[in-house]
């Protein structure tokens, strides 16, 4: 019966197995939400600055790696605390319907945190080794958003945690290793893109609202509803981009 019901549900999802399921494990279309915020800072640097395309590509790859990781965390988290069956509905699964072993997740996630630090070291190497600080911070929240006692993604800070980290503090990373210096230009052009990557977060969770609830999660969508959710998934995009017009002029 299980066997049916996964098969059944692939081809509700379109999904196809091979370099197919390590693909859809690595969510790459949710990637825009490490790899964007690091163009931003890195195209505001080159206002006053020729571009270190070492640099630049370095904290790219950390970034998209450190995302991939946090999704695979996520993913095996899920799974380990019943919250992911293979009828669930989403881009992950690779688990419940692939039969991927969850601690092949959870050490490919490690591995990418892995090589991830091996980029961060030569960005240090070339820039300041408080990077390193930053960094290990932003990987331990990664880490802390479906792991540990206490998961950020449980709470309804997940969205407040996530545009942070990947949109400011990322944005500042990336406008600071190329000019060794910081100013309150990047931090204000970060602030559209950090509401932007909590609009994903809450998108997903205005998604999964019955399901997080029966499983105790005390989500923002949770906490104001699915109407009033959706009224404040608009107000981020609204938001956003009147705050971005206001910036352009």
Same mark, same amino acid.
């Given at each position: 019966?299980?066997?049916?019901?996964?098969?059944?549900?692939?081809?509700?999802?379109?999904?196809?197995?091979?370099?197919? @399921?390590?693909?859809?494990?690595?969510?790459?279309?949710?990637?825009?939400?490490?790899?964007?915020?690091?163009?931003?800072?890195?195209?505001?640097?080159?206002?006053?600055?020729?571009?270190?395309?070492?640099?630049?590509?370095?904290?790219?790859?950390?970034?998209?790696?450190?995302? &991939?990781?946090?999704?695979?965390?996520?993913?095996?988290?899920?799974?380990?605390?019943?919250?992911?069956?293979?009828?669930?509905?989403?881009?992950?699964?690779?688990?419940?319907?692939?039969?991927?072993?969850?601690?092949?997740?959870?050490?490919?996630?490690?591995?990418?945190?892995?090589?991830?630090?091996?980029?961060?070291?030569?960005?240090?190497?070339?820039?300041?080794?408080? =990077? &390193?600080?930053?960094?290990?911070?932003?990987?331990?929240?990664?880490?802390?958003?479906?792991?540990?006692?206490?998961?950020?993604?449980?709470?309804?800070?997940?969205?407040?945690?996530?545009?942070?980290?990947?949109?400011?503090?990322?944005?500042?990373?990336?406008?600071?290793?190329?000019?060794?210096?910081?100013?309150?230009?990047?931090?204000?052009?970060? =602030?559209? =893109?950090? =509401?932007?990557?909590?609009?994903?977060?809450?998108?997903?969770?205005?998604?999964?609202?019955?399901?997080?609830?029966?499983?105790?999660?005390?989500?923002?969508?949770?906490?104001?509803?699915?109407?009033?959710?959706?009224?404040?998934?608009?107000?981020?995009? @609204?938001?956003?981009? &009147?705050?971005?017009?206001?910036?352009?002029?």
């Amino acid at each position: 019966m299980t066997i049916v019901s996964n098969q059944t549900t692939k081809e509700a999802l379109g999904e196809k197995s091979g370099f197919q @399921i390590w693909w859809r494990m690595l969510r790459p279309h949710t990637l825009t939400a490490s790899f964007i915020p690091v163009f931003v800072g890195t195209v505001i640097a080159s206002i006053d600055s020729s571009i270190h395309i070492g640099l630049f590509l370095a904290m790219l790859i950390a970034s998209m790696l450190i995302q &991939a990781a946090t999704n695979m965390f996520n993913e095996y988290y899920d799974f380990v605390k019943g919250l992911d069956t293979e009828d669930s509905v989403g881009i992950g699964g690779t688990i419940v319907r692939d039969g991927i072993s969850p601690q092949t997740v959870r050490n490919l996630a490690f591995t990418f945190y892995g090589i991830a630090i091996l980029l961060g070291f030569y960005i240090c190497l070339l820039t300041t080794f408080w =990077i &390193a600080v930053i960094g290990l911070i932003s990987m331990l929240f990664g880490y802390l958003y479906t792991g540990g006692p206490y998961p950020i993604a449980y709470s309804p800070f997940g969205e407040l945690f996530a545009g942070f980290f990947m949109g400011t503090v990322i944005i500042g990373i990336s406008y600071y290793i190329q000019l060794e210096s910081l100013s309150s230009e990047p931090l204000l052009l970060s =602030i559209p =893109i950090a =509401i932007l990557i909590g609009a994903i977060l809450l998108s997903n969770n205005i998604r999964d609202l019955e399901g997080d609830e029966e499983n105790g999660r005390k989500t923002l969508a949770i906490l104001v509803g699915r109407h009033n959710a959706i009224n404040v998934l608009a107000a981020f995009f @609204i938001s956003a981009y &009147a705050i971005t017009i206001y910036l352009l002029f």
